[in-house]
Every structure is written in C-alpha cells, then in structure tokens.
C-alpha cells in the first residue's frame, strides 16, 4: 500500500500540471495576488504515521480557511455542545461571505465555515482563551510538531486593510447580539487565524486525528473526543468546499476544507489525512488543481467514504 | 457481528417509543394525515445478504421524497453525466419546495432532492422511457425483489388534487425551459413516484446495492454504475434530509434520504442498507423517531463514514 | 389652454420618433411580437370632457397591465376595504412577476398591480360577479362610451399557451390558500383582463374619472368613490411602472399604469387623463417612446403633482 | 383659508390624543428611549408665509432620517444628476436597513431615504464640502430662519455607540467600492446628521421651498432647482415612509418623510409645508399619531396630491 500512495502522488503531479494555467490567483488582498501560478505540493499522512509527500509539499502558505477547522476543534474541545446554542450546521447554499441568510435568519450563522460563522467561533473562544491568537499557534504547532509555525503578517495587515466585507459581517452579528466581545478585537483575531502560514506537510499533520478518532498517530494524545471528530468531518463534507460541497463530495468523496490561499485538507477516516497546495483558484475559490489532484487520488486509491 | 444488528435493532424499538408522542403527522394531503403515530418499524441488509427487521418492517407506507432516490438511479442510469446539464448537485440551503432560490438560479433547481429537481429529473426519465410510472415500478420490483410493489392511488390522487405549490413549481420551470415535455404530465408521474408503497424490508433491499459498489447482492447485476453510486450516496449526504443535512451528518453521519412518509432510507457503504419507520416528524420532516433510531444505530454500531 | 395641449402633442409626436429604434418589442407570447415598431399615438381628456389626439389614437392595441387598474376600480367599488385583506399596498422593488416576495410574505401579493396582486383581484371579483370577463367589458364600455371593446382572443389564447409564470403563481397562491376559485378559472379571466383591445383615446376616457374624483365628466356618474380614487392614483404613482416606480415619478411626476402592448395611461388630478402607446420597451417593460412623451408633456405643460 | 388650516390643527390635536398609548417608542439607542410618549405638536408654513401652529410645535426633537430630505437636497445642488451614478430612485420593498437588496444590486443602494443610501450621499458630499457636518447645520439655519440649530451631541454618541447595523452598511457599500472615503468618517457625519436637534416649526420652514418650486417664501432665494425640486418630492413619495409608502400615499396622498426620532414632514406642492411630532411609533417606525394627524389633516382641508 505504501509504495502505491508515492506512486499515485508521483503521477498527480504530472497529470495537473495542464490545469494551472486555468486557475485564478485570488486578488482580493495584494499580499495573495503575489502567490506563484505553477507551484504545486501535496502531502498525505496515514495513521500509520507514514508520511508521502510531491512538490512543493514544504513550502508555507496562507492557509485562509482552512484554519477554520482548528478554530472549530479548539471551540468543541473548551465548549462542547454549547457552542451551537449561537451556530448552525447546516450547508448555506449561499456564498460565504454572503449577509443575505443572515439577515433572514436573525445573526446565526449557518454553520462554523462560512466567514460569519468563523466570527462566532472566535467570539467563543475568546470566552475561554487568554488569547486566542496565541493558542491557535500552540494548537498547530503540536498538532503538526513544528514549534515555528507562525502568522504571516503581511497578510494579516492586509487582511484587516480590505477586509470591509468582513468587517460588515462583524457588525452585523455584533448587531444582531450574536458577538459578545470588541468587534475589532474579534476581526484581529480572525484575521490573524487566516493568516496562519503552514506547508501541505503541517497541515496534513496537523489534520491526522480527525483521521484517527481524534487521536494523534504522533503523539498518541486525545486532540479531539470522537463525537466532535465526527461532527468536524460531516460538517467539512457538508459545509467544507465553499459553493462546490456537492460536487467535491461526488468527485473527490472524503471530508474536507478549502482555502482560497490555495490549500485543501481533506481526511479518510480511518486510514489518512491529505493536503494539497496550488494557488490558481476555480470559479468558487477552491485550488482548481488541487480538486483535480484530490479526486485523481481517490479514484487511484479507490478509497472514498461513499 | 450478526447477532449485535439484531440486538441493536431490538434496543431501538424500545429507546425510540417515547418520542412517538412527539412527532407531528403530515397532513398537507389528507391521505397521509391517517398513518399510525406509534407505528415502528426498522430493516437491515448486509451487503452479504443477511437481513434483520423490528417491528413492522414488512408494513407498507407512502416513500414520498425516498423515491427521488429511485429516479436518480434511473436517470443516471439512462442518461449519465448529461443529466446535470439542466440540474445542480450542491446544498440547498432553502425548504425542499421553495421557489426563491430556483427564481434566483435561472430555473436550475440545486439538487434532484428538492422538489424542483426531482420534477427535472421525471423530465429526463420521460425522454428515455415509455412510461416512467411503469418503470418505477419495474425498477423497484427487481431491485426488491418483490412483484407486487405498488403505488398507493388514493395518495397519488390527493397529491394531485393539493399540490399547488408543486404545480407551482413546475410551471415555474417551465416557464425558464427546464421542462420540455407537458406540465401535467411530468405532475402525474411525479405525484405517483411520491406514492409508490413499499416496506422498510423492502426500501432497504432497494438500496442496498448503493453501499455495495452499485451491485445487488441478491442478483449480482450491476443497478449502477461504481461512479453513479458514489455520486448518489454523495447527494443523499449532503442534500438528503431537508433542512437538517448537517444535523443529520452530524448526529447519524451516513447517506440517507428521508420522506415525509416517515420513512428514512440510508447506506453504510461497503456493509449495509437500513430502512426505517415512524410516522411522527420533527419540524424538518423528517421521522423523528427514525432519525433519533438511526443515531442510536450509528453510534451502537460504531460505524459512521466519519 | 386648449392649444397649448394640441401644440405640446404634435411637437411631442415629432419628438419620440428617434427614439422608436431603441425600443424592444415584447416577444413572451408570439401574439404581441408582431406589434409596429414604428406606431405612435397619444391622446390627452381633459376632465372639462375636451380631447386631443396625435398620430395613432384611434388604433387599438393589447392593454396588457392597464386592465389592472380597471380591474382594480371594479374590486374597490364592489368590495371596498376588505379588498386589502388579502392584498397589500406597497411597493415591491422586485420584478412584476416574481414569485420570491410572494414566498417571504406568505402568498400575501404586494400590490395588485403586480401579476399575483392582479390574480387575487380577479378571485375576488369572481365572487362579487357572475362573469368577471363580460363584467371587464361592460366597466370598459361604459368607461370609454364605445360598445364595441373586445377581447383579442388571439392574444389571449397566447397567453394561456405560454403563461407559465402566471401559473405559478396561481397555484402558488391557492397553495397559500390566497386564491379561493379554480386556478384554470382565474388564469381564464386574468388572461382575457391582459387581452383587452382598447385604442389611447378609449383608455384616457376609461381614465379621466380618476382626474375628476371618481365621477365621469361624459356621463356624470361616479365611477368610483372618492377615497378609492384617491386609493387608485397613490397606488399607480407608487406602484404602476414595474421596476421603474421611482423614476417615472422623478421624470414624468404623475400617476400612471404601463403595460407591455407598449401603452402607458396617466393622471393629472383635477386637470386631464392621457394614453400614450408605442410598443417598443425600455429594460423595464415600459415604452420608451411613451415614457419620453409624458416626461415632454408634464415638462412643456408645467403640470405634474410634485 | 387661514382659519380652517388653525381650525383643522386644533381639532386634529385633541383627535389624535387616543392614540398615544399605542405608538412604541424607538429604543434601539438609549437617548431616544426617553422621548415623552403624549408629547404633540403640529406647524403648517404656506407658500404665503402664513404659520400655523399646535402643541408643541416649538420644542426641538431627534429629526433623525428626516435629515436624509436635507443632505439630499444639499447633494442635489452641489451635484445634481451625477448624484444616480452610484444611487438608485426606486422604492426598495425592504426594511430601511436592509443588507440583502445591496447584496444582490452589487452595493448600490436603491435611493437615498433608506440608510445604505443615505450613507452614499453623505460620502458625495465630503467630496463637495469642506465639513458636511457644518455645511448641514448651515443649511438648515439658513432654511428655517433660524440660527442655534444644532446637533444633540447625546443623540450622536449614542448611535455611534450602538450603531452596528450602520457600521455593518457602511463596511459593506465600502467593500463594492461604493464608498470613497474613509469609512468611520463616513458614520461621524451621517450619525451627526440624524442626531440634528429641531422643532415642527423650523422644519416646516425648512420644507416650504419643496412646495414653492425650490424658492424660499421667507428669502426668495432659490434654495433647490425646480426640477431637483421636483425629484425630492417624487423620491418622499415612492420612498419616504419606510415600509408604509403605499399606505401613507393611499390614506395621506402627498410627499413626506418620516424618522424614527417620532416626526413626519411632507409637502403639498403649491400649497404648504407641514411637520407633525409624536414619538410613539407604528410597526413600520413611522410616528403613529402623526400618520394619522396627517391624514385628518388632508381629509379635513381636502387637499391631497391625488
């Protein structure tokens, strides 16, 4: 089996170089719009703790959503259930920085990975977190056992520079009573998260528990209590892809998180976490090689959930 | 393994009687508004053929939205990948019989599981059959293997005389040419999809070459293709159960499709299929009593796909 | 006085004619897409009983939306108040036609100007007449003192062969329970209301009452009450010109109803009704050339309500 | 003449006293909360200069979107018709702090009575004034003859204070790049101008131009064009009264604009400015007492637009 992951890995990278030129470098911030068009890297993570990894598997980037996953898992592990007293989980079938479902449905959001929804969390954890900008880093950097995984400033400025829709969002939930604490406090924090910067290697690591029941392969600690590892999976395949959850489930099949920094992590239970960077995006700001890479991999390996 | 699906089964008839009181009948046609509040009834078919029941699973009941399921299989079947021509595959995010989202979305109905696009997918199924009622019921008899699976005239009747909404629906898309052939007829074979009566032993015979690579166990032929199955265990993930797809995903985290029967069909892929009854709904509509035994399932069994 | 109005419509007549080529030709039922780009006319009643005309006048054409007011007059003064019960009288900054306000609003029409506020007019005119159709023709031939409008049963057999949209939002509505009579029987009348045939001058004399507080200056006769007149007028201002209310009103400053034969009617109370026709269409669904010719006649007139 | 008008207010003012334990005061800011529920007061300015007055016509209220008539006729002359490029004319069929219809028309509010587009208005006039906030007080001393108007600095703070749903609007318009200048700037000066401190009287006197083709009776001066004039009142009456536009136009039948703070002020071209004050408001937020005052008031002095 070991042998047939390099393999498959091997030949993803060859089969989606065409597909590059296609894609679209988000631009809604400068610090992203500078990501290099060609660039591609993957890496998965068995339970095992085999790791397999093609290209540039190491390099850092902006992770922009997908650190929506590790805000989720910190809020489930300090809340538990209470933390859908303010929060759906339910697909929106809007886009996910829309205001127009919040607005129908009184300030709460759909479910933790919409841009709203995100805003709630964090408003969570800073209810239980001395500082949540700093326990997102120590969350990460021992999920992925790398003490140097940090914020990119840069895009973090210049996130909180253009960041009017977000900051719309903010008030709206403030205004809706759904935001306890400083509306700017809440958007530095969620700026910051975005703003995390970890390769395709970190994140599939930092990801393998929800692989594993909420164990960590690694260490053998308790990331995540099981019913909260499954609800973090069904959520990511149900709500994870922005408008393109249906068809990602169809293609690719297996749970998981996009960003539009270009990334997406994704998880077979029982069996492996994966992680793919290419910054061209498709029309609903998913990495439109690493779709094409995700589903390549589990039509190769013939494992999907489904 | 075998004798724990029995024991299982027999504790969620139990568990689940309290929350008959619950439950709230659908009464928008008069033909459903008589079923039996405290009805239960619960099947299991392995992939290997092994088949476990409780209460009554062998009674008959109206499938309603469950039928969607057949029709998908039909026209995947028939047409392939064509058939998303004229039809999404995402989340909804809206009631299963809105117009608001079709209206915004150019006639385009999101998924073959809401209304709208169930009633496209009659549309197809009319282009590659002589008569789609006629091949419902041929399909569902062999796929059951049961020959007198019929369909319930009073309910197709009253579906008809009330359901202006779907009427609605239709026109509407007609009127954005995504229906080509005549709106009443489409109707008529719609309405008596919805109707077709069959039992929980039944429904989960008919489902369960979807958790078996598309293969019957019973007859060993192909109902679908490997692709297909995927895809359609993927949309009954996320767009199956109405308004609580994520809830469901959550709490169950399998493929399912519910109908305001009472019934809710669902897929554990690669070991069985599982059928359950109770009349009662939550305000989704969906069974309560089903959903709440299909958790105690999941979670006795330890098997979800997360 | 007299000759400035004549003067004002032949200078007016002359004006518009560049205009003719931008318009667009209604084309959602074939019946109406043959109409003459090219044809112009207007006709101007002052409540003195004085008349005057340009170009085409005397031409019939499909009233279309026009009816409504009729239709509306005839509600009002058979029914009174209770009217609103079911319809409301606001503005509803979507297009005539949507079936999205209808949904949020729970099958309560905006307005009965548009098509599903016009279609519970037509339910309560069913239970106030014995034929609302012979009822329409006899309020009109009254109106205008010519026995001889008609239905254009070839227009309004197009309709009913294309008129999906207005299904649905019959059925639509009946599922609300908003409509009390058979859907196929409201379509019939509403149809046939859109078909009525009437020439500019026939509609201004249809009109002028509502310059005059309710009373016919032909016949002396009250036509409406004085309060639903003033009812009738306020509606048309703020709700007569589909999507571009607000801007007829910045421009034109008068009540008034367009249809999309290409006929506008207006008001200026206490002075003169008036009918402009020209089928070519502004993106509204309003004529073009018609618009800009009351826009000229309230601005060389000096006479608007504003 | 001149008798009636102090004939109809002193009737109107005893008529209207039932009705005060039915208006909710706004509480959405503490510094209206306190507003005194039986406070009423009447002002009538003719074109001629005459003055009427009832109850407290002299003690100074919170105008609050009442200045949205101010800053959108100081926009007017300074920018005149470039005002629509970014602004639209049509009553919008949704609350007047809606984030939805701007979602979907791409951040371009629908006119300038409802917040989002009140905020574009003042971002206009910070291109053409050196301190919209002083050049607002300028204009309204100026038009009410009346030097010590000023801003209740209370009023201000506390709906800077509370003011998410603005801010969420502001952040918004700014994100579709519907806002040139800074965004906290743009709040400053919109929460000033809706914190403007006045009496009846002084905003009747403010008003009178409107009904005077733009000249001040008091001054002569022409204090808007006659066609800018003309819009302002077309504008009031398809878009002034919140989300009872019809109805107001339907039983008051003339241009007006409502507040929050409890005031109504409208106009009848050729005739009069009026402004009623009573802070219990109605569901729609418009003065409950006041509507009705206004509507007596036409009634009895049988003048209405219509």
């Known amino acids: 089996m070991t042998a047939d992951y390099q393999k498959i890995l091997d030949h993803i990278a060859i089969d989606v170089r065409p597909s590059f030129a296609r894609g679209k470098i988000a631009d809604y911030i400068p610090a992203l719009a500078a990501a290099p068009r060609d660039c591609f890297g993957m890496a998965v993570i068995c339970v095992s ?18 650190s929506k996953v590790f805000a989720l898992n910190m809020a489930l592990r300090a809340i538990g259930a209470p933390l859908w007293d303010r929060l759906g989980r339910e697909p929106s079938g809007n886009p996910f920085n829309s205001l127009v479902q919040l607005e129908y449905e ?21 209810d239980v977190c001395a500082d949540p900008k700093v326990a997102m880093l120590d969350f990460v950097r021992e999920a992925a056992g790398c003490d140097d995984i940090g914020f990119d400033q840069e895009v973090a400025a210049s996130e909180a520079a253009w ?10 939930l403030k205004g809706f009573g759904n935001l306890r604490h400083d509306v700017d406090e809440v958007l530095d924090i969620y700026f910051h998260h975005c703003a995390l910067a970890m390769s395709c290697r970190e994140i599939s690591r930092a990801f393998v528990h ?26 990511m395949l149900t709500c994870g892809l922005y408008d393109s959850v249906g068809d990602f489930a169809c293609r690719v099949g297996i749970p998981g998180k996009s960003g539009v920094g270009g990334g997406i992590a994704a998880v077979i239970p029982g069996i492996l976490s994966i992680c793919v960077y290419s910054p061209g995006l498709d029309e609903s700001g998913n990495s439109l090689a690493g779709t094409r890479a995700l589903e390549i991999f589990t039509t190769e390996s013939a494992i999907s959930i489904f």
């Not at 009017?164 to 709206?172: E, T, V």
């Open 49 to 66: 703790g085999d790791e397999y990894v093609v290209g540039e598997a190491d390099r850092r980037f902006s992770v922009q959503s997908i």
């Open 106 to 126: 009184n300030g709460v959001p759909r479910n933790p990975f919409i841009n709203a929804g995100a805003l709630v969390v964090v408003d969570r954890l800073m």
């Open 163 to 172: 960041g009017y829709r977000n900051r719309a969002l903010a008030n709206f």
């Open 210 to 235: 929800l692989a594993n029941g909420g164990i960590s392969p690694r260490t053998g600690a308790a990331v995540t209590k099981p019913e909260h590892t499954k609800q973090v999976n069904a959520l």
